[in-house]
């Protein structure tokens, strides 16, 4: 868990930072350079590839032991279980959405295109927003311990506080990509008068 953990912070995390470098680059008269964002590409694609291999490691596990604690989350998340499956298309799409970002971030022509390059990471981002916060957080308690499924879906209340928080936070990552960029412009100046 740990392992998967980590690779889907890896392959999350900079491919967000390649969305908001190429917005960046699209807004403003900041470049962040070619070369920068290609490196991240790669390490995007390689912990990826570790993300589903390690999820391909908890299915192997699960089923392979036959241990009903162990495949009744799996079950639940992409079969249903017991006429109870809310997360089932959810996390399909998810499935669908790694594999797509997968094959375009492998081929290396492909990923070197920043169009692609953005779609791959949008769906990347997405697919493990999906996968971390319903498939762990919502799917890692059902069934609960009595085995028994209760599901879940978020309120109209929880839907519009998440929204709130992601608001709030690309309120302050806008204002301090502005700083960023307005200091980076006026550096940029001062270096050609001298």
């Known amino acids: 868990m740990a392992a998967r953990f980590l690779a ?7 491919a967000l930072l390649i969305i908001l470098a190429l917005i960046v680059r699209k807004l403003t008269k900041f470049d962040p ?4 964002i290609q490196a ?3 390490i ?15 299915f192997f596990t699960a089923f392979y032991s036959q241990i009903p604690g162990h495949t009744h989350p799996f079950k639940y998340l992409y079969a249903g279980l017991e006429g109870h499956g809310k997360l089932v298309p959810l996390m399909w799409a998810s499935t669908v959405l790694a594999i797509i970002s997968l094959i375009l971030l492998v081929v290396p022509r492909w990923r070197r295109s920043e169009g692609i390059l953005a779609f791959a ?6 697919s493990l927003w999906i996968d971390k916060g319903f498939g762990l957080v919502v799917g890692g308690f059902i069934p609960n311990p009595f085995e028994g499924v209760t599901e879940y879906w978020p309120t109209l209340r929880e839907a519009f506080i998440a929204l709130g928080v ?11 990509y502005k700083i960023a960029v307005s200091v980076r412009e006026e550096t940029e100046g001062i270096e050609i008068e001298h």
Request: proline share 4%; charged share 10%.
């Open 121 to 126: 990471c949008g769906a990347l981002f997405v």
């Open 166 to 176: 992601w608001a709030l936070g690309f309120l302050v990552l806008t204002l301090l």
């Open 8 to 14: 889907s912070a890896f392959a999350g995390g900079p």
């Open 44 to 58: 995007v694609t390689y912990a990826m590839i570790a993300n589903v291999f390690f999820l391909g490691l908890e």
């Open 33 to 36: 350079g070619r070369e920068p």
């Open 40 to 42: 991240l590409g790669k």
